[in-house]
């Protein structure tokens, strides 16, 4: 059996190591030698999971608008404390689903009723309240620029929004 010759410049006559096995990723790529593949969740199911969130806490803030409102004798508009008690409601139900619940397991209710987690991009472990909140602060970027940011995922490797890339989130199935 011939071997083929050492790299020309290569003192010591080492070979080049061998392909990778089956047709596998090359050295060190997702999937190579049993290391698994990430599964990025798609648009679709980002934007539903965000839709659920979202309908689990609008209720409080159409009650703070519809209860906390009103006019006085002269016609001029009113806000009374069922409007700040429903809009504190509705920010409650929104931190613990999307901070705290999202931060500590990786999916809020949205998430994980479609089944998509939301993890650090190095470590692929839920990423804490604290990374939470900033990756929802950080979509304001996504926003500022005519809502395109919301859009990246569906043209990036890594299906990430700006804020995803800002706080380096990536969410999974």
């Given at each position: 059996?011939?071997?083929?010759?050492p790299p020309p410049n290569d003192p010591y006559g080492n070979q080049a190591p061998p392909p990778p096995p089956y047709g596998g990723a090359p050295y060190g790529g997702a999937g190579a030698y049993g290391a698994p593949a990430v599964n990025y969740a798609n648009w679709g199911?980002?934007?539903?999971?965000?839709?659920?969130?979202?309908?689990?806490?609008a209720p409080f803030g159409i009650l703070?608008?519809?209860?906390?409102?009103?006019?006085d004798e002269n016609g001029l508009p009113t806000i009374n404390a069922f409007y700040y008690?429903?809009?504190?409601?509705?920010?409650?139900?929104?931190?613990?689903?999307?901070?705290?619940?999202?931060?500590k397991?990786?999916?809020?209710?949205?998430?994980?009723?479609?089944g998509i987690t939301l993890v650090d991009a190095s470590t692929g472990q839920p990423i804490g309240a604290g990374?939470?909140?900033?990756?929802d602060l950080a979509h304001f970027i996504?926003?500022?620029i005519c809502y395109i940011g919301f859009l990246f995922p569906l043209w990036d490797a890594k299906r990430q929004t700006l804020a995803d890339k800002i706080v380096s989130t990536v969410v999974t199935r």
């Open positions: 059996m011939s071997y083929p010759p199911q980002r934007v539903g999971a965000y839709l659920i969130d979202y309908i689990i806490a703070a608008s519809v209860l906390g409102t009103g006019t008690i429903f809009l504190l409601l509705a920010l409650g139900v929104q931190g613990y689903n999307r901070w705290f619940q999202a931060g397991t990786g999916q809020s209710w949205g998430k994980k009723a479609l990374k939470a909140f900033l990756r996504d926003a500022i």
